[in-house]
Each structure stands twice: as C-alpha cells, then as structure tokens.
C-alpha cells in the first residue's frame, strides 16, 4: 500500500481538463520532474487551487519524503499560523504567493519537451506523510497526521461502498485540503485508477460544465449548499450516476429534490478529519447509517465512541453522540460537545438548531453559546437570514416548542451566514459577527 498509485494502469486516465484527459504516464513524469524542483523545507503547505495541480505537487512532496500540510482555508492569517508550528516550511501554489512573508515555491505543470518516462516511486511509509486541519467550525485547527498507506486502505473501503473503479470520472465542488474533498478526489483516483475534473467548480454553470466535460459514469463529490444552489438555478444537467455530500446535515427533502431533479441516487458520508470517511447512508432511506467494512465501534459510556479499523492508528474517539443498533449500523444522535445546561436545564444545540431553521421564514440560521470559555453560560445567541420576519415574531414562534431559557438573545439578522470553502459556517467566525454587531451598539 506504499506505491503512489497502487492501482496503476499505464493507459489510463487520472484527471480532465476541458474535455481533454491527461494519462497517469504524463501524470507519473510530471510528478518526478516538480519532485526535484521542490526547494529544500521541513514541510510543505499545498494551497494549490487546480486540483490536478494540487494533486501533482502532493505526490512530488511524497516522492521527496517531504510532510504536506493541508490548511483548512487559504485565509494569511491561518497559513502563517500553521507556518509558525512548524519553522522551515514551505508554502506551494498554483498562483502568486499568498503570504510574502513565507517562503514559496510555484507550482507549474512542466513543459512537455522537458519530461521524461517515470515509475510510481514507492514511499516511506511515515506517520506524518500528511498533516490535515480541522476546519476549526467548532473552534482553532488542529492538526491530525496521516500514513500514506492508511489513506490508500481508507479510499479503497470508500470505493467499494460507492462502486467507483477505474472508469470512474470525479466532479469536486470541494477544496482538495479538505479531507473529505481529499479522499474523494484525489486519494480514490490515486488507489483505484480513476479520474477526476481538475477544477474546481463553484457556481451552479461551473459545476454545470465539468460534468459534461467528464462523460459517464460520473459522480458528484459537492456539500448541501451546494446542492441547494444547483437546484436554484434551473439549469438542464447531464445524466449523474450518483451524488455524495458531507461538510453538513443533508435534509431528507433536499435529497429528494436532488436525486428528483437529477435521476440519480444521494449518499452522505460520515467521517471527520480524524478519521476520514468511515460510514454512508443514503439520506432518503432514512437515519441509519453503515460503517464501511471493517470499521468496528464500542460504545464508552452513553455520550462516548470509539472506532477501529485497519486504516487507523488505533482507537479513536469520536465527538459525535452515535446510538450503535448493531454491529454494523447506527444513528448520529448529535456532537458530545452540543449539549447547554442553562439554569439547570440541558437541551442539545443540534435540536434547537433543528427547531430555528424549521420556523417558517428563516431561511437559515445557528443558534451558539456567545461565550465558548462558559461551561454553563447564562444565555444563547442567534444569527439567521430571514428577510422579512421580525423578532418578536421569531420569539413567539420557538416559545411554541423550546423552554424559555433557551430562547436566544441577543438574534442577529443577516443578509448570508458566513461560510468557508466547504460550506460551513465556524464558530469563531459566528463569534466575530457577535462581538462586531455589540460594539456597533455601544
């Protein structure tokens, strides 16, 4: 499980460009000419936007035995804070450097007249080849280190859930730093020889576009908002074997409008950067998901559970509260962490946030405890998008079906939540909106 690619095949595709393929031969002498470009660093920070580049500058840190961090965001203040964990890296990128302050090294796809015939190195097989970040939606980034071999094991338990083999094209809406997006796009096409779109698409005509680019069978690796989008816009779509999500709950009425809209079958995956993707589900079917093969869970206590697998370090302890039905199933009953007491009282974040966002009129929105440092705090807070709907009215309305303590304030009305790449809205990022709204008050 230490090759680069350890489902070779010579004639093969591993990635498209506007229509046209590029073959895993051109891909292999690519990789080993930008291997020995690479300048001289402790680690490398990939913050290349093409995926095809993306892919190409991580397999050249791996052929230099040189560990690749992987940001959650391209944000300078995030990349140089990963910078100062670890002093002589490097950032790589597909355009002009994104922090004068760091070292950079441009990555570029190299002319063909300089390539020459190349085999898929065989790697070391150390414990930090690849170094991914949390997203930090529930607070700072941390840092979680990956074996190559582990990751190959991973992606091949997910392709043999979803039926992806080598003739299988890839659709990303996803960033390629992102693990889920990692796994799906880059990983896969390495372990199972299939091919993915080298962009990126972000509006609905992008996501449009690149699939027709692909042709059959193809899949759609994207988020819920995403998928919301696509549906806005009307849009004819070509024929979609099958669409995955993750990064946020997927609602059962959305799926169907999905897999209605697009003649095709909608699976989320479950998984965290800890971990990588260890379950699916098919949302119209119901709540119950199903571990990928091999994944073994042991409940701690009620709040608490473990995971093993073949493709992990050992136990890992998951932030989610699962009730496990049978070896093989469970329900995602909410994060451990999303539990308030407030005056006694407890309630889950993720229920309260289930009854906001299910009043009529709220477009979306998340309710958050204003102070993270609080273990017992005397209140919450709210911060929808719901043009046209006042408060008081907003307040009637979760007094219905929520205790009183639990009604938010202050609620701030916004015109869009803030969002990373992945669709997500992080905590500190809710927070900042909090402060920025009191100190416009005072």
């Excluded at 690619?5 to 002498?29: C, D, K, N, Q």
């Excluded at 206590?301 to 009730?323: H, K, M, W, Y």
């Amino acid at each position: 499980m230490n090759a680069l690619m350890p489902a070779h095949r010579r004639e093969g595709p591993i990635a498209w460009r506007e229509g046209r393929t590029v073959s895993r031969e051109t891909f292999l002498s690519q990789v080993a000419l930008i291997a020995e470009r690479l300048p001289p660093a402790t680690h490398l920070i990939n913050l290349c936007e093409d995926r095809y580049r993306f892919m190409l500058s991580l397999c050249a840190a791996l052929a230099r035995d040189i560990p690749t961090l992987l940001p959650p965001n391209r944000l300078d203040a995030t990349v140089h804070g990963i910078a100062k964990r670890y002093p002589g890296c490097v950032t790589l990128s597909d355009g002009a450097a994104t922090n004068p302050s760091l070292p950079h090294h441009p990555i570029q796809e190299p002319d063909p007249v300089d390539l020459k015939p190349a085999r898929a190195p065989e790697l070391s097989d150390r414990a930090d080849a690849i170094i991914a970040f949390t997203s930090g939606s529930t607070g700072t980034p941390q840092p979680h280190a990956k074996r190559w071999s582990d990751q190959m094991r991973c992606s091949l338990r997910a392709a043999e859930r979803f039926g992806i083999g080598p003739e299988t094209r890839i659709v990303a809406t996803v960033p390629p730093q992102h693990m889920y997006g990692l796994e799906l796009s880059v990983f896969i096409p390495l372990a199972t020889g299939a091919s993915a779109h080298a962009g990126r698409p972000f509006f609905p005509d992008d996501v449009r576009r690149a699939l027709a680019e692909t042709g059959r069978p193809r899949i759609l690796v994207t988020t819920p908002v995403h998928l919301r989008a696509c549906l806005k816009a009307g849009l004819e779509w070509p024929e979609i074997d099958h669409v995955i999500s993750a990064t946020a709950p997927l609602d059962t009425d959305l799926a169907q409008s999905v897999e209605s809209t697009f003649s095709t079958q909608v699976s989320e995956v479950y998984g965290c950067t800890e971990t990588g993707s260890i379950a699916s589900r098919r949302t119209v079917a119901g709540p119950v998901w199903h571990w990928y093969d091999g994944v073994r869970a042991t409940a701690l206590d009620a709040e608490r559970t473990q995971v093993e697998a073949d493709f992990l370090p050992g136990s890992i302890p998951l932030n989610d509260r699962l009730e496990l039905i049978d070896e093989t199933h469970f329900r995602l009953l909410g994060r451990g962490s999303d539990m308030v007491n407030i005056g006694g009282k407890r309630a889950s974040l993720a229920d309260l946030n289930r009854t906001l966002n299910a009043v009529p009129g709220v477009h979306e929105g998340v309710i958050l405890v204003p102070d993270e440092r609080d273990p017992s705090p005397g209140r919450l807070a709210a911060i929808l998008v719901a043009p046209g709907l006042d408060r008081a009215e907003l307040v009637a309305r979760l007094r219905e079906q929520i205790d009183p303590v639990f009604i938010p304030r202050p609620i701030l009305f916004v015109d869009a939540l803030p969002r990373n790449e992945v669709g997500k809205t992080p905590h500190q990022w809710l927070l900042a909106l909090l402060k920025s709204e009191e100190g416009r008050k005072t």
